[in-house]
């Protein structure tokens, strides 16, 4: 067998790379993700890992996606990124769920409107020629409303971060991160206007509630002894969690307003 490369992230599970795939530790989400896989590219959609299955040592089994992780800040990759997300809302959203129902371990809120990524973060989005073109980590997936999913990642791609938020500036990548409000209602805008969607302030209250439900879920797992998350919390993670809820209502009315 092609020699294992062991991949950044997988808090949950262990992730490796083989060749030209990338293969985890089974868990409880692992045949409700491949099969919404393979409904995304049943419905000829790109911007997803493909599904094959599980190895001979029954660790779930996706394509690697080559390509970079990087080019977050650029302003024209917010209404690429809002029209990546919506078709592949578009198209999961006749995927039956129903099957996998106590599968999911990502978020679910209803109306059931579509199957949500539920980590649409810089880090799980792949890039070719400054374009986002495909998200990776389809394990926290779960069925609910799209904007819940846009929420999440309008978080983590405009950003709605605090300019002095030590916990994010700390991560690779995060230096040149816009901090004028102005310029981050701008990439709102163009994320919004890229899925198809008007903003308004009811947009940004969903927001707030997104990160209140993060919040609670991490929280939990950190009080469960979950290691990934007790580093998080350790990290500085709750009180990033805070400021950036705590900048999001201060600033509401002037993202709307532009």
Known sequence: ?????????????????????????????????????????????????????????????????????????????????????????????????????????????????????????????????????????????APGPRAWDLAYAAAAFVPFSAPDDAFNSAKAGWSGVPTNVTHRAARLRGLLDGYGMVLDQSFLGLVVERQLVMRRHIQALADAGSQHEVDLVRGGWRNSADGQIAWIRTNAARLVSG
């Open 1 to 141: 067998m092609t020699d294992e490369v062991r991949l950044e992230g997988g808090s949950m599970t262990h992730v490796v790379r083989v060749g030209d795939t990338v293969r985890r530790s089974p868990a409880r989400q692992s045949s409700a993700a491949q099969a919404l896989l393979r409904h995304l590219e049943s419905e000829g959609v790109d911007g997803a890992p493909r599904a094959l299955g599980f190895d001979d040592q029954g660790r779930e089994t996706v394509t690697f996606i080559d390509g970079e992780l990087e080019f977050v800040w650029d302003d024209d990759v917010l209404p690429a990124l809002g029209s990546l997300i919506r078709r592949l809302h578009d198209a999961a959203a006749s995927f039956d769920y129903l099957p996998h129902a106590g599968s999911w371990i990502g978020p679910i809120r209803a109306p059931f409107e579509t199957i949500c990524h539920n980590d649409i973060v810089p880090w799980n989005t792949v890039y070719r020629d400054r374009m986002p073109i495909a998200f990776i980590d389809w394990d926290a997936a």
